[in-house]
């Protein structure tokens, strides 16, 4: 079975999984942890969540930035087999993975989900056009 465990500075976890539920349901394969917000012990609430997994769920970590503390508490779990970690998560990536179940994934459909979220993001602008531009189209 396929776990996600979600740790971020301040309410990103939760805030994301409020949106994701709407979006998507109930997501009971998801577990949001939002660190640094009270005087609560990050490292023993992590803890607490691996004793509690079995040894055959494959479990998926993500966490908001690189190098930040989220991360790196996470980071030294990747010795736990069938234990992966993403990092700089978006909306996209989070609806994938929730949207696959607690279907174990494979490396190929882990990267294809990454691949598929950083294409998910893009700029739009609002580009004016010089009044001569219009003139000179026509």
Do not use: W
Request: net charge negative; hydrophobic share 40%.
């Amino acid at each position: 079975m396929a776990k996600i465990l979600f740790v971020t500075h301040g309410k990103m976890a939760s805030g994301m999984q409020s949106t994701l539920e709407i979006i998507a349901g109930h997501c009971s394969q998801l577990t949001a942890i939002d660190a640094y917000v009270d005087a609560k012990n990050i490292q023993e609430i992590i803890n607490k969540y691996f004793r509690q997994l079995q040894d055959n769920d494959q479990l998926i970590m993500l966490s908001d930035i690189e190098n930040g503390s989220a991360n790196q508490l996470l980071f030294k779990h990747l010795e736990r087999p069938k234990t992966v970690l993403f990092t700089g998560v978006n909306l996209p990536l989070l609806l994938q993975l929730i949207l696959i179940g607690n279907k174990e994934l494979s490396d190929s459909d882990l990267k294809k989900i990454l691949e598929e979220s950083r294409t998910a993001i893009k700029l739009f602008q609002n580009i004016e056009q010089d009044e001569d531009e219009d003139e000179d189209f026509f």
